[in-house]
């Protein structure tokens, strides 16, 4: 993490100019991320995929992590992968678009999901294809009421990636979510809280500053339990009830012995606010 600060403190100095892929900012103990492509829509590229891969990795290290905030530069959050790397010459091979995923943006999804901290997504703007599904790996989702969400795949003739043929369904139920994918028509924020596939629409000039407090008070919590939930969360949808009561049982052992639970149950008898200081 102090490489991440020292980097933090360079793009600082280096002012707006500075043309990194992903712009890094740790305060209060959240670590915000935001997409630096606004000339492309955040359009990810190789240089933004491994940069963002790199920070969630420095941010599940660290101790002084704990919460994550995402979202975009410019007016949207992200158009999803940058097709002008897929462009073909004529009489090129296709690309293979499998080992493109398997390299770059599955390890993308997974890391979200498996960080063992609380990730907020700030939708900006527009978030299309596999820039909307990776809003949807992270834990709370808040969007701009100009925001929309759009599955484009079908547009080019591609299969919806980044987990989105997996976690749709489980957002917003089969029906809506073959629709979304097959017909490719976007989604407007307030509509897709209204169905459940993000947590809320907030006006646009209110969306960073109510983002902002959440990840905020996220961070000031129990960063020990907010990574065990997140692994009952992961294993919930493949577990019998059974499974996942053995597995609600094996993981409050292990919040029961750490030191937030000791401090919560001092702060409740003592009727004060709990100082979790996010250790194991």
């Not at 596999?130 to 929309?148: E, H, R, Y």
């Not at 897709?192 to 596939?197: D, E, K, N, V």
Request: net charge neutral; aromatic share 4%.
């Amino acid at each position: 993490m102090a490489q991440l600060i020292r980097e933090e403190v360079q793009m600082t100095a280096a002012g707006p100019s500075a043309q990194s892929a992903l712009i890094e900012q740790l305060s209060s103990g959240v670590l915000t991320l935001t997409l630096n492509r606004p000339e492309r829509l955040n359009a990810f590229n190789g240089a933004l995929r491994e940069a963002l891969a790199s920070s969630l990795k420095r941010a599940a290290a660290s101790e002084e992590c704990r919460a994550v905030l995402l979202t975009g530069a410019g007016r949207g959050f992200s158009a999803g992968a940058d097709l002008t790397e897929r462009a073909l010459a004529p009489g090129a091979a296709p690309p293979d678009l499998g080992e493109a995923l398997e390299k770059g943006f599955n390890p993308l999804v997974r890391a979200l999901r498996r960080l063992p901290k609380p990730v907020v997504c700030a939708v900006n703007g527009p978030a299309a294809g596999v820039g909307a599904n990776l809003a949807f790996a992270c834990d709370i989702v808040l969007a701009a009421k100009s925001a929309t969400f759009l599955q484009a795949f079908a547009r080019v003739g591609l299969v919806p990636d980044g987990g989105g043929t997996w976690s749709l369904p489980r957002l917003v139920g089969d029906a809506r979510a073959r629709a979304l994918m097959l017909l490719a028509e976007p989604v407007r924020a307030e509509h897709a809280a209204a169905w459940g596939l993000i947590w809320r629409a907030v006006d646009d000039d209110q969306l960073m500053g109510e983002a902002r407090t959440l990840a905020e008070r996220l961070a000031a919590g129990p960063t020990r339990a907010y990574g065990l939930m997140k692994r009952a969360f992961a294993a919930s949808s493949a577990n019998s009830l059974d499974a996942q009561l053995d597995l609600e049982r094996d993981l409050q052992r292990e919040a029961g012995r750490s030191p937030e639970f000791a401090e919560g149950v001092r702060a409740f008898l003592e009727k004060r606010t709990p100082d979790f200081q996010g250790k194991p």
